[in-house]
């Protein structure tokens, strides 16, 4: 970061700051719903809570809204049922993980698809343009110049971290997810916490669908491509909060981080080739380094 | 009198059901089978089964093997593309270079070795977690085939000035059979002895269900997991170098198209088992299942698009039903 900073004059300006906030957002979103999702399920490799279907979720969900759009609807219709997708996409997923026990990576996996899929037959692949007034709010700039997409961000983290990190719900939620049995024997319902979470993941895909189409002005086909770096800030914020669990702040941090990089690079025009590798590396770098400090047993 | 007809009538009924649930996946593969000879009449002619082993088959079984192992062992490996894509950027662009034909295919195998190393230093070494570790080497390989295809241009071969053992393996025959399906049953042998027959796939076993007591026991745990993502990462490369001499081109991130397909697979394969273990047969009944499927709808006339819909509520139906089962039990 200092590097970029000396190296890109224009790194540290205040418009250049707002517009990579403005860029993380729909990742960051995404990654909230994620690190939710980490903290109910615990960090076990295979059985611990993960929702592959967040990017296609995104997907779907902005097809959905700019199909709306398009066919003539007006955003009081588009906005609920896109909202409601998401909804349902959660709710759906929480059904097959607590209601039929399979594994969140693979009842996720199989949602996943089934969102894919549904999205192609919607848009047959194309790119659905949308614009209505709605939409350009959001991506309008607000007060002191700063874009509404940054306000909605930064409301939702805010949220999000009161919810997670302040209040009894959130408190059960780590209790759920760091020991399941102490959970249930504390009398904590168990199943509906891991429901909330993704449901609450299902909801963040549908908002970060809003804030991409107001971003891009339509859908885009290979939206779900987003996972993996989902995944891959989700994973980092926890390595960045301090006691090495999933938090939101941490999450927002990281989203930024990676949003600051992605920008430094561009900026100090070194080809975008790198991008891809520099985060893998520094991700494995900065694990490398907290794992070290605290040697866990296997 | 009555009564005792009724509960027997009832509990063989009963035990019928328990039957079907707990080979949900022979059940589901036979209704699948079924109902797609009837819908197209294509789909059971000898020239189909064969295509649709060749071509979806092969590969996702070969690099389903890799996985198999890993998640066996507890883990999971999201570099199997880039192990199955370095390879293949290694292999065509030696044979581009017209090296030898051996040479490229070591320099190839070599290639996916060295992501098998660098997850297994992360993995065992470092004790990073298996899902950051490898989803860090498949971020990484990314950058390093965009830096080496200039952004992601596939590299071509031009036929007619390839090496005979290139075609050979790529369209070749043994006694009518394609050498592809050779391969795949020789890995497949290799696979199933390594992983059920030996010392060593045992200790993978323990790893994946108590690694803590794993260690404790004296196994060498670190060692055990490095070789296990070793041998993932050489299998795919295999792959890699297969897909390579069947298109002819190196295609930057194709092998990414297989990473969720085989994960679904294995976890499909664990549901043959009481227990929920993979095991190489159940991995290699779930490939066949999810790859019928692709081809039977394609035959039906469905567009691909309906096609990831059905596979997904494919992997949702076995997985409930097996999950049902494992309710009952308990």
């Known amino acids: 970061m200092i590097y970029f900073s000396l190296t890109a004059p224009l790194f540290l300006s205040y418009s250049n700051v707002l517009n990579v906030v403005q860029q993380s957002a729909v990742l960051g979103v995404l990654a909230f719903g994620m690190t939710t999702v980490f903290i109910s399920g615990g960090a076990h490799v295979i059985s611990g809570g993960i929702d592959l279907s967040a990017g296609s979720n995104l997907g779907l969900s902005a097809a959905i809204y700019a199909s709306i ?14 909202l409601l997708t998401g909804l349902i996409i959660g709710a759906i997923n929480a059904w097959a993980i607590v209601g039929l026990k399979i594994l969140p990576l693979l009842a996720t996996l199989a949602t996943m698809n089934v969102c894919a899929g549904f999205e192609l037959v919607l848009t047959q692949n194309t790119v659905v343009p949308a614009a209505s007034p709605l939409l350009t ?15 909605i961000f930064f409301c939702l983290a805010a949220f999000l971290l009161i919810l997670i990190e302040a209040t009894p719900f959130g408190l059960r939620l780590y209790a759920v997810g760091g020991f399941r049995e102490a959970a249930i024997a504390a009398g904590i319902r168990v199943n ?8 609450i993941s299902g909801v963040c895909g549908s908002v970060a669908a809003i804030l991409s189409l107001s971003l891009l002005n339509g859908s885009s086909p290979g939206a779900g491509e987003i996972l993996l770096s989902v995944v891959l800030v989700a994973l980092l914020g926890v390595i960045v909060s301090r006691r090495s669990v999933p938090t939101i702040s941490g999450t927002l941090i990281s989203s930024l981080f990676i949003g600051f990089l992605v920008n430094g690079f561009q900026l100090t025009n070194v080809s975008s080739y790198w991008v891809n590798g520099v985060q893998g590396g520094l991700i494995l770098l900065v694990v490398a380094g907290s794992s070290f400090s605290r040697r866990a047993a296997y | 009198m009555a009564s005792a007809i009724t509960s027997t009538h009832d509990h063989t009924r009963r035990g019928v059901v328990r039957w079907m649930l707990r080979n949900s996946l022979l059940v589901g593969f036979v209704l699948v089978f079924a109902a797609l000879g009837i819908a197209a009449p294509g789909f059971l002619t000898w020239n189909n089964l064969v295509s649709v082993i060749l071509n979806e088959f092969t590969l996702a079984t070969i ?24 390879a293949s950027l290694a292999f065509i662009g030696l044979v581009g270079a017209h090296q030898p034909f051996w040479l490229a295919v070591i320099a190839g195998l070599s290639g996916a070795l060295l992501v098998g190393a660098l997850n297994a230093s992360l993995i ?17 390989s990314t950058s390093v085939q965009q830096l080496a295809s200039n952004g992601g241009q596939p590299i071509y071969l031009i036929s007619g000035t390839l090496p005979e053992a290139f075609y050979f393996l790529g369209r070749g025959q043994l006694f009518g059979v394609p050498v592809q399906i050779y391969i795949v049953a020789i890995l497949a042998i290799v696979f199933f002895v390594i992983l059920h027959k030996t010392k060593f796939g045992r200790y993978v076993f323990a790893l994946g269900a108590q690694s803590g007591v794993a260690w404790y026991s004296g196994i060498q745990v670190s060692s055990i ?31 990414n198209a297989y990473l969720l397909w085989t994960i679904g697979a294995v976890f499909i394969g664990t549901t043959l088992h009481a227990e929920g273990r993979p095991s190489v047969a159940g991995t290699l009944l779930g490939v066949l299942l999810l790859s019928i499927v692709r081809n ?5 006339g469905w567009n691909f698009y309906w096609q990831q819909v059905a596979t997904g509520l494919l992997i949702f139906a076995v997985l409930a039903f097996s999950g049902r089962r494992s309710r009952e039990a308990s």
């Open chain 2, 124 to 140: 065992a070494g470092i004790r990073i977690s298996p899902l950051l570790a490898t989803l860090g080497t498949l971020f990484i």
């Open chain 1, 192 to 199: 509906h916490y891991v429901a909330a979470s993704y449901l």
């Open chain 2, 63 to 86: 690099i389903s093997l890799g996985m198999t192992l890993v998640i066996s062992a507890g883990g999971i490996d999201l570099s199997v593309g880039s192990a199955a894509d370095i």
């Open chain 1, 69 to 82: 759009i398009q066919a003539g609807g007006t955003d009081w219709i588009a906005l609920p049922v896109t």
């Open chain 2, 225 to 255: 997991s490095a070789l296990v993502y070793v041998l993932s990462a050489v299998v795919c490369g295999i792959a890699g170098i297969l897909l390579s001499v069947t298109v002819k081109a190196y295609v930057p991130q194709s092998g």
């Open chain 1, 137 to 151: 709010a959001v991506a309008a700039t607000g007060s002191l110049a700063v874009p509404n997409i940054v306000y």
């Open chain 2, 296 to 300: 039977g709808l394609l035959l039906i």
